[in-house]
């Protein structure tokens, strides 16, 4: 992948941003094409801000927060991309992006986490779909024609132009001004307000029965030894009387949720996969790689007392540990099986604001010829979310749940082209689609699993998203 080392800067105030697009245009063959990628520093904005302001309903975009890290990034709209499903997905996907990669010309030398181009993915729980009419394929991969990012109050806004002999460059470059001026004019806007008055009151899953039978056959599997874990999801269906308001919804999880990773997937045909999940699947930055193990959870308490009681019950039971364990020995497995040494460290709670569970962060550093893709694969879907064997695990999840999982509890990030990556895994979660939403929540059932509690747990999970859809 060619670099062009100048300060991308400079375009904006010498129009060589043209000369250098024309020139590109110029030594494209025939019947081929070059991505020009540009990368410039722009003044702080909120990226939900710009997502809301520039995002068309139909243009792909992504959104990816982590408040604690003080990172957002929003992609938009799509100038080169992959849908496909099948066991072959993840491999497919990295090709597909190796195959970008060769036709791009970066501009600008920074190699800095959030400059350059970023490809965003979203790949379902299973490798296909069974739901005929679900909107969102098994993969999506893409390649967004804008990319802004804000890491502290430092914000890249990165284009990606598409150039072939056919290309009117004069409208590519008038676009790149246009949204220039409209990010300018967002700097200081921000979505700051708090709503939650439309449909907060609690709502209950339906079929409670069938999903309480469910557990209780789930837990003789167990006794018997047929797998030693399964994680059991149900959906919640909520409607309103007009559509939903994404972004304030949106506004609303980063606030509730501000220790959970915030996303927003749309597909481009109306519909989005939003939500607040606590758990990353991998992340690499500059060939470090985190990963971690959660599972096993309990309420917060409503005072001190009753929280540090009910933290040091999830610190020191059995059946947590053993649900938590499965999940820690798995991926540490994993990464061996990939040639990858992990450093266990030691076991936390991760606290958040409805609820708390076991974590046990794992790092390592990665040897240069594993992919992020491969990894995502290998580890995708951890006992955290599927089961212990897995195979037996996932077999019986689909027999036992009567819905679409979809993108819940799925693989959903990003990766550039210095093998970073950011994937979190897609639980606590809700499909949007106009006025009609549907949430997911699940909870693992180990052996001492008690199926009443097993219920409040995604209860208590389903009704912390519902109070931030608006
Ligand atoms: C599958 C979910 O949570 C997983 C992640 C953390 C704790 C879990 C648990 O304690 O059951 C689940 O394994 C979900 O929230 O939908």
Avoid at 89 to 97: D, E, L, Y
Avoid at 299 to 311: I, M, S
Avoid at 349 to 377: D, F, G, K
Wanted: aromatic share 8%; charged share 20%.
């Amino acid at each position: 992948m060619p670099v062009l080392p100048c300060r991308p800067n400079t375009f904006l105030y010498h129009n060589e941003l043209y000369q250098f697009l024309s020139h590109c245009q110029q030594n494209c063959a025939a019947d081929s094409s070059q991505i020009v990628s540009i990368s410039l520093e722009v003044e702080s904005v909120d990226p939900l801000v710009v997502l809301q302001e520039i995002a068309q309903p139909n243009q792909l975009s992504f959104y990816f927060e982590n408040k604690s890290n003080q990172q957002a990034i929003a992609a938009i709209d799509a100038v080169a991309q992959l849908q496909t499903c099948g066991v072959k997905r993840f491999s497919q996907a990295q090709k597909f992006v190796s195959s970008c990669l060769d036709k791009i010309i970066k501009v600008g030398t920074s190699n800095e986490v959030s400059t350059g181009p970023h490809f965003f993915c979203s790949f379902s729980f299973f490798n296909e779909t069974s739901q005929i009419d679900y909107p969102f394929p098994a993969a999506t991969i893409f390649l967004p024609r804008w990319q802004i990012s804000r890491c502290g109050d430092r914000c890249i806004l990165v284009a990606n132009f598409l150039i072939d002999n056919e290309t009117n460059l004069s409208k590519l470059y008038q676009d790149w001004c246009q949204k220039i001026r409209t990010i300018n004019l967002l700097k200081f806007q921000s979505n700051s307000t708090n709503n939650y008055n439309s449909i907060s009151r609690s709502q209950h899953i339906k079929n409670i029965k069938n999903f309480k039978q469910s557990i209780t056959s789930s837990l003789k599997l167990i006794e018997s030894n047929y797998f030693q874990k399964i994680v059991l999801a149900h959906p919640l269906d909520v409607s309103v009387d007009r559509p939903f308001d994404l972004f304030q919804s949106l506004e609303n999880l980063r606030n509730i949720h501000p220790g959970c990773y915030i996303f927003a997937i749309s597909n481009g045909k109306g519909q989005n996969f939003i939500g607040a999940s606590p758990e990353r699947l991998i992340s690499i930055n500059n060939q470090q790689l985190s990963t971690d193990a959660l599972a096993g959870s309990a309420p917060r308490g409503k005072t001190l007392a009753e929280d540090t009681k009910l933290a040091n019950c999830l610190l020191s039971s059995e059946k947590e540990r053993y649900e938590h364990c499965v999940v820690l020995d798995f991926i540490t497995q994993c990464l061996y099986q990939l040639g990858i040494v992990p450093q266990v460290l030691s076991p936390r709670l991760r606290q958040l604001s409805n609820i708390q569970h076991l974590w046990t962060p794992i790092q390592a550093t990665l040897p240069t010829n594993v992919h992020p893709l491969e990894i995502v694969a290998a580890l995708h879907p951890t006992p955290a979310v599927a089961g212990v064997s897995r195979d037996v695990a996932c077999t019986k999840i689909q027999d036992y749940e009567r819905f679409e999982r979809g993108l819940y509890a799925a693989p959903l990030g990003w990766l550039d082209d210095q093998g970073n990556c950011e994937f979190i895994v897609g639980i606590r979660s809700a499909l949007i689609d106009r006025d009609r939403a549907r949430l997911y929540a699940g909870a693992g059932i180990v052996a001492g699993s008690n199926p009443d509690r097993e219920i409040a747990e995604i209860q208590l999970k389903l009704q912390a998203l519902l109070k931030a859809l608006v």
